[in-house]
């Protein structure tokens, strides 16, 4: 399918920040997913997840969440990419994060070339905690966090109440996936994911690739795994077809 892309500015309080958007061409109004991040910004590898995205179908943007701190930033999958991203993880702050939801669910409403009422959302690492946050916490109709670390932390980010906590909150269905050998997800915690959205009655449920490790999904890690990868993007995509299109 072919698709065209742009960088788009996300109106927020008089202000904006960075997005980067890919759909079909064409001027169809259609559904729309957010793409969120991880650590390492808006790279190479979600722009290309994104078009990935457009090409299902769907209008699909990454916004940049790290405009307070670190605004445009695109980092490597090596220890300084590391050592940055981390950095602008430890600034981030729940009730912004949310706002940065909001203002991008916002900006996709106003379009239209989207149909406002079908919107989903996926994210990797951070960017899955965003993710679940963002299904907490609006209506976007489907989620889809990969490997979301923090999510059943004791604190949400910059101490808020834990996400976990505000499950009962997610109207739409989920879709958790996780790495069976993810250290910095431990089995516990994945656990307490599955039992909240169960106790809440959520439509949702939480999958374990028992071969693959934090960050499987992406070709430019080291811990890529290709059959997790290609299971979990076959299950996501076929949820939200039957959410967001059907």
Known sequence: MSITTERVQIPQDGGSFGG???RPAGDEALPAVIVYMEIFGVNSHIRDVTDRVAREGYV????DYFHRTGPGIELGYDDAGMAGGMKLLGQLKADEMIA???????YLRGRPDVEGDRIGAMG?????HMTYLTACTTDVKVSAPFYGGGIAAPKG?????STVSRTPGIKGAILCLF????ALIPPDQVETIR???ADAGVRGECVVY????????CDQRGTFHEASSKDAWKRVTELFARELKG
């Open 20 to 22: 980067y958007l890919a």
């Open 60 to 63: 699909a943007i990454a916004p």
């Open 157 to 161: 980010p910059g101490g808020a109440p």
């Open 210 to 217: 028992p071969d693959a490790d934090h960050g499987f999904h």
């Open 124 to 128: 990797f690492c951070i960017g899955g």
């Open 100 to 106: 940065d939801a909001e203002a991008t669910l916002a």
């Open 179 to 182: 790495g069976g050998k993810d």
């Open 195 to 197: 039992k909240a959205i």
